[in-house]
């Protein structure tokens, strides 16, 4: 699988955002860049707890950024990152349980759900926060 690469088209205008959205690119990188046979060890779960975990962190800075601002459209975005929390969770305790799904499937969820949730929801906020947020934050 290829790895993910940050691209400007990405950019939300919020410098703090942007960084946080790179740092979830480069955890999906190293699920793409381990080894053959790590479905078989700890590696994946690990990656996998280090994304929940890692997502909470960029979701909530999202969120309180959207109700400081007060941005219209907060709860069906709410609904979306608990929606990604739960499958993602979910998908490391089938994988770590009986494994009735692999670690390619799950990183494939994991870029398709995060570039779409960036290009679509993420970005719908671009302009509202371009107002709102002065340049380096
Ligand atoms: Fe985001
Ligand atoms: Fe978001």
Redo the contacts with the bound molecule.
Sequence with gaps: MEKICWKDEYSVGVEKIDHQHQHLFEIINKLIERPVSSDDSELVSDILSEMVNYAREH?ST?EVLMRQYGYPAIEP?EK??DYFINTTAELAINFMNNRNTTGDEITEFLIIWLTN?ILK??MKFKPFFAAKIPAGV
């Design positions: 979701f999202e975005h979306e990152h949730h929801t993420d």
